[in-house]
Structure formats: structure tokens, C-alpha cells
């Protein structure tokens, strides 16, 4: 099984933008149809994490999330685990590998 989708809502879309980005996400922007301006980014594994504005829908609360990043990709960050938090106080931990093991697999 895999995680194919996670959408976090926000009321801080370009802070959580330029915070997800820092941390190596390829964000694009997106719109379906008559829907909300949003971000998304195509995962290493085919998942796909979405930011959508907290319109109609809440704001995404309390979360912990864990991202391996390509040692390449993580912005000069000593490899290991860094335990961060976004613009909304959401956990992130991010796990930047010794050597780019992603790109082997």
C-alpha cells in the first residue's frame, strides 16, 4: 500500500509554498476547473502532496510529516534527520540521506 495523495489546507499558501519549496518540493501551480488556485508536486514514488488555501474547507491542524530528500536537492543541509515546522506549525521532519540513495532506486 502507499500513500497516493495528501492535501494540506492552509490559510498561509505562498508562506507554506516558499517553505515546502526550501525544502527541495518542485511545486507547481494548478487549477481544475472552477476550483481554487493550489500547489502541487509529483513525489519520488508517484504520490502527489497538494497546498490548497483553507477556503472551503478548513485548515489542515495538527500533522506530522516525514520527506526524505535527495542529498542533492535538501539546500546544503547536513545529512541526517531536521525536525522543522511550517508556517501553520506543522511538523516536518525532513531526512536528508549521506548520499543521493533516491536516485539509485
Do not use: K, Q
Not at 32 to 37: E, Q, Y
Not at 65 to 89: C, K, M, N
Amino acid at each position: 500500500m502507499t500513500v497516493d495523495l495528501l492535501v494540506i489546507y492552509t490559510d498561509r499558501l505562498e508562506a507554506c509554498r516558499e517553505f515546502y519549496a526550501g525544502l527541495g518540493l518542485d511545486l507547481v501551480p494548478e487549477r481544475h476547473g472552477g476550483g481554487p488556485d493550489h500547489y502541487a508536486v509529483t513525489l519520488a514514488d508517484g504520490g502527489v502532496l497538494e497546498l490548497y488555501p483553507a477556503t472551503r474547507r478548513p485548515a489542515t491542524g495538527h500533522l506530522r510529516l516525514g520527506i526524505t530528500a535527495p542529498a542533492r536537492g535538501s539546500l546544503d543541509r547536513a545529512p541526517g534527520r531536521h525536525t522543522l515546522t511550517d508556517p501553520d506549525g506543522r511538523t516536518v521532519v525532513l531526512t536528508v540521506p549521506e548520499s543521493d540513495t533516491l536516485s539509485r532506486a
